[in-house]
């Protein structure tokens, strides 16, 4: 298996002893290095130029530690040193020498037997293109291809660009399209009336030049982390078209689920949940103030652990959209009033998309905005669920 198929988290010695092994050739997605690039200008340029390469094309590794003449691998010979220490330099560097900044990308210390470790940055097409070397007024730009990193010209750029916003347009057109799936009832599992919660993670990398996983072998391993939104009994697998999609236990033929959730083969998550916004004791449609909003965090730190383990690479982009919620009002403990004002005004909400760089993210401030456009909706200032100085308040 190629090594960008696998996860970074799971890439072992073994694994790069398989570089060699295969002769494998430096090409459009993955580079070796022997070294560690030193502080000189030119170093830390070459580096950079090396680093947006991968963001500006399609992605890919780059590898320290690994002898590659004629760009061959050859040996695996590891990296010494205070390795943690350069390791947190090369990132500064990328935070501080780079316009706009690059965010989609991971980096491993991978250690070896001979108690030297190879360094590995595993780098995502980017989501706002192009990135630009600016370190010490450098000012260029720079793409891939088979034999490595070249300067982009003027054509290029202009693509470039135009992909960056053509990306994000297939992103909420994906969207539009399976909203409009749901509301027409042509859902991979029947799903009862009524309002619902609609949660989609998608990579960038699933309308960038795309790639797609091997859904199959989560579903012959290890279930539990694909329960849909708000289920915590048991529920039922099974393969379709898409991928994979799980629900909870239907009773019959007649009796509709209460949710599901499609794992779909490009790494992209859609979660429907139809019990979280409803009507309780003869009061209005309530949506459950912060603890739906804790439930939804929940779902999305279980979600970014699915696509880890297949194998995606943030960015990611998570979507909220709540349908058939007019006149719905927001739950809050200490009150509860009926005025007009403080319901929602629309059938629809669709909630603007977040984007999240890596799955290390602080998930409760990426999705503040959400939290607080959906009070808004409901007539109030922002989420009852952060402090004054927009931390997330702990559950109680």
Not at 67 to 93: F, H, Q
Not at 296 to 307: E, H, P, S
Not at 312 to 326: A, E, F, N
Not at 354 to 359: D, L
């Amino acid at each position: 298996m190629p090594l960008d198929q696998i996860p970074l988290d799971s890439v072992s010695e073994e694994h790069l002893l398989q570089l060699p092994e295969d002769r494998e050739q430096e090409s459009k997605t993955i580079e070796f290095k022997l070294e560690l690039p030193g502080n000189s200008d030119s170093d830390r340029k070459e580096f950079l130029a090396d680093f947006t390469s991968f963001a500006n094309t399609v992605g890919g590794d780059l590898i320290y530690g690994v002898k590659a003449p004629n760009g061959v691998a050859e040996e695996v010979i590891g990296l010494t040193g205070d390795l943690d220490a350069e390791l947190t330099r090369l990132e500064n560097m990328i935070r501080t020498g780079v316009q706009t900044r690059v965010t989609g990308y991971l980096s491993r210390l991978i250690p070896l037997a001979n108690e030297k470790k190879v360094l590995v940055f595993r780098i995502s097409r980017s989501w706002s293109l192009p990135h630009r070397v600016t370190l010490g007024g450098h000012d260029k730009f720079y793409g891939r291809h088979s034999t490595g990193k070249y300067p982009l010209d003027v054509p290029e750029l202009r693509s470039l660009f135009l992909l960056s916003e053509s990306t994000a347009e297939r992103i909420r057109n994906f969207r539009a399209e399976r909203i409009s799936l749901i509301l027409s009832g042509q859902t991979p599992i029947a799903l009862a009336p009524g309002p619902k919660t609609v949660l989609h993670v998608v990579p960038f990398d699933a309308f960038s030049g795309g790639r797609t996983f091997d859904v199959s072998r989560i579903y012959d391993s290890n279930f539990l982390p694909l329960r849909p939104l708000a289920v915590h009994g048991g529920f039922s697998p099974r393969h379709n078209f898409d991928g994979i999609v799980t629900y909870p236990p239907i009773i019959n033929e007649r009796t509709p689920s209460p949710a599901y959730l499609q794992l779909f083969r490009s790494g992209i998550i859609e979660s429907v949940d139809t019990r979280q916004i409803n009507s309780w004791d003869n009061r209005p449609l309530t949506i459950p103030g912060t603890g739906w909003e804790n439930m939804l965090l929940n779902a999305v730190r279980q979600y970014f652990d699915i696509q880890a383990n297949i194998g995606v690479t943030p960015p990611l982009i998570v979507m909220l959209s709540l349908l058939h919620v007019k006149g719905a009002k927001m739950y809050v403990r200490s009150s509860y009033s009926l005025t007009e004002e403080e319901k929602v005004d629309r059938d629809h909400l669709l909630v603007p998309e977040v984007m999240v760089e890596s799955f290390a993210a602080d998930i409760a401030q990426r999705l503040k905005p959400t939290f607080d456009a959906v009070w808004n909706a409901c007539g109030y200032s922002g989420s009852a669920g952060y402090g004054a100085d927009g931390q997330r308040i702990p559950s109680q």
